[in-house]
T-cell receptor, first 110, second 114 residues
Framework: ELKVEQNPLFLSMQEGKNYTIYCNYS?????LYWYRQDPGKSLESLFV?????AVKQEGRLMASLDTKARLSTLHITAAVHDLSATYFC??????????FGTGTSLTVIP | KAGVTQTPRYLIKTRGQQVTLSCSPI?????VSWYQQTPGQGLQFLFE???????NKGNFPGRFSGRQFSNSRSEMNVSTLELGDSALYLC?????????????FGPGTRLTVL
């Protein structure tokens, strides 16, 4: 069974700092997705990465995919409080059957 | 364009009862997937439907079932509810089961089993 691991599980960072969330997965896949979830809310799509070397950026967030290393990263630049949320990566091998990571709970402290 | 809608949003049941949850996909989307989210197990895939057929099923007992109608709306049913079934149930829709399709999630149904 495909396993997806994220680290760290919890991240507390100061405003203005940079940090990276890592997502490792156990079997070959070319499709990786990042989602954001606010408390009590559903999942909001952030990035869709569909090939090796894919890099996408939106505001202070940048995601990348290395399919050879089975690794995706979500980099946060100059964090602000509004980025506080739980971030999930998900890997899709068969089409619409997502395997989610454990999630990274991010708290940005003023 | 309206997003994925799920009804009801909240539900309280007792052990042994059964429950039916409903999901209406984004207009034009024909694939619907269901996920269970719990603090202990995280987000887990339940099943996926396309053209009224179940394509994939996750590792859940037979008490969990679903179906899809000709208008792409989907329902999932849980029979003989257990305390451990308390969770947020999320529905996601996409255009089709193609490998490059993005899934869009609904607001979820929060089920509490007492």
């Amino acid at each position: 069974e495909l396993k997806v691991e994220q680290n760290p599980l919890f991240l507390s960072m100061q405003e203005g700092k940079n940090y990276t969330i890592y997502c490792n997965y156990s079997t070959t896949s070319d499709r990786l997705y990042w989602y954001r979830q606010d408390p009590g809310k559903s999942l909001e799509s952030l990035f869709v990465l569909l090939s090796n070397g894919a890099v996408k950026q939106e505001g202070r967030l940048m995601a990348s995919l290395d399919t050879k290393a089975r690794l995706s990263t979500l980099h946060i630049t100059a964090a602000v409080h509004d980025l506080s949320a739980t971030y999930f990566c998900a890997v899709d091998r068969t089409g619409n059957q997502f395997y989610f990571g454990t999630g990274t709970s991010l708290t940005v402290i003023p | 364009k309206a997003g994925v809608t799920q009804t009801p949003r909240y539900l309280i049941k007792t052990r042994g009862q059964q429950v039916t949850l409903s999901c209406s996909p984004i207009s034009g989307h024909r694939s619907v997937s269901w996920y269970q989210q719990t603090p202990g197990q995280g987000l887990q895939f339940l099943f996926e439907y396309f053209s009224e057929t179940q394509r994939n099923k996750g590792n859940f007992p037979g008490r969990f079932s679903g179906r899809q109608f000709s208008n792409s709306r989907s329902e999932m049913n849980v029979s003989t509810l257990e305390l451990g079934d308390s969770a947020l149930y999320l529905c996601a829709s996409s255009l089709a089961p193609g490998l490059n399709n993005e899934q869009f999630f609904g607001p979820g149904t929060r089920l509490t089993v007492l």
